[in-house]
């Protein structure tokens, strides 16, 4: 006698429609990316030239995450391949905020190395989660325990001359009564530039194709690192204070050029809780060192409402600066950047379009697939 049940044949699976498989592929590809985007590379594109002439406006670049290790996720709820808003939005949020996770580091290949070009989060966002305030690339020319000095725009790094980036630049204002051409300063590799009507331009250049201006019979003065007032220039020494530099406050009368010493704060290292103390590491123990209850009154430190007299940094520290020396916001204007804020390391330009040029002639070629320095 045969038993029905054992003897039936398995039905074939039905087919997925078209649109089922566009749906199913279309979802496997988002996971993958957001794995790849979050674990491994991450592309960028440079919107300022706070790093030219190393890294100009319209480059893109991959950053690697593997470096320094990658972050888990803090903000979970967010939509996938975005990071705070649409795209071609500016204030539409591409995320909620509604859970808050811990936030670790996986091991990275290797620790942020002194001359890095790295990718973080702008610490000074607060208003944002970690992982969702704006990206920034710098060079990292201190590192934790580092002491940071800059003379006349030469920058010292534990009392020694520091690297100096090949393509380097500062500011420069140029003397002349004539109007100078587009194509001329092009020649000398200059785009950063504003016209002051009857007096000159201000411009960003590299320091070597300055000094070949100088040859040409219009120019009459080239002056390094003007400082302005009401658009006259009215010093370029060390005693004009600048009110936006940091630590901000009327006690210090550095500027862009003369600067420090200030030392980099350092996991583990313990400090005495002192007025210069406060006034140099007083921000990060207040927003970055991730304490519940923290205040600072009358050059004292109270956590969870007891006095401190002394205090250990539960993470290391680093300071940024751009190498386009007096046209970049960085850690002389809002201070360090805590290791919980590093993203990565930029790697390699792999599309370099120039905003300024015709449809035709945008591309960079010559840029394309080459190493960051």
Not at 122 to 145: S, T, W
Not at 262 to 287: A, C, F, W
Request: aromatic fraction near 16%; include cysteine.
């Amino acid at each position: 006698m045969k038993i029905p049940f054992f003897n039936k044949k398995k039905k074939p699976a039905k087919p997925k429609s078209k649109l089922r498989e566009w749906i199913d592929a279309l979802v496997f590809a988002v996971i993958a990316a957001t794995l790849i985007r979050w674990a491994t590379l991450e592309a960028f594109v440079i919107p300022t030239p706070s790093m030219e002439g190393t890294l100009l406006v319209g480059d893109y670049l991959f950053v690697s995450k593997l470096h320094y290790g990658p972050r888990t996720p803090k903000t979970p709820l967010q939509l996938p391949l975005t990071h705070r808003r649409f795209y071609g939005t500016e204030d539409v949020p591409a995320y909620l905020d509604w859970i808050q996770l811990p936030q670790y580091r996986l091991p990275g290949f290797s620790e942020v190395k002194r001359n890095d070009a790295v990718v973080f989060n702008y610490p000074e966002e607060l208003q944002y989660p970690i992982d969702l305030r704006e990206y920034y690339i710098k060079r990292c020319v201190g590192i934790p325990g580092d002491k940071i000095q800059i003379k006349n725009a030469e920058l010292f790094v534990n009392d020694e001359k520091a690297f100096v980036p090949e393509d380097i630049q500062f500011s420069y204002f140029i003397k002349t009564n004539q109007t100078i051409r587009d194509r001329v300063f092009k020649d000398y590799n200059i785009w950063d530039k504003m016209y002051e009507p009857g007096y000159g331009y201000r411009v960003h250049a590299e320091p070597e194709e300055i000094e070949k201006m100088k040859e040409l019979p219009f120019i009459e003065e080239i002056i390094f690192s003007p400082t302005y007032s009401n658009g006259q220039i009215i010093s370029t020494g060390p005693n004009i204070e600048d009110p936006a530099t940091f630590p901000k406050t009327p006690e210090t009368s550095w500027n862009k050029d003369f600067y420090g010493p200030i030392e980099v704060p350092k996991e583990g290292q313990t400090i005495s809780v002192n007025h210069e103390n406060l006034l140099m590491y007083g921000d990060i123990l207040r927003y970055y060192e991730h304490l519940e209850d923290v205040q600072i009154k009358d050059d004292k430190l109270y956590i969870d409402g007891k006095e401190v007299t002394e205090y250990t940094f539960s993470q290391d520290y680093f300071f940024m600066m751009g190498d386009n020396r007096h046209n970049s916001w960085d850690s002389r204007y809002w201070g360090f950047v805590p290791k919980d804020h590093v993203v990565g390391k930029a790697l390699f330009i792999w599309m370099s379009i120039d905003p300024n040029e015709s449809f035709f002639s945008k591309i960079r070629w010559e840029r394309l697939f080459t190493g960051i320095n």
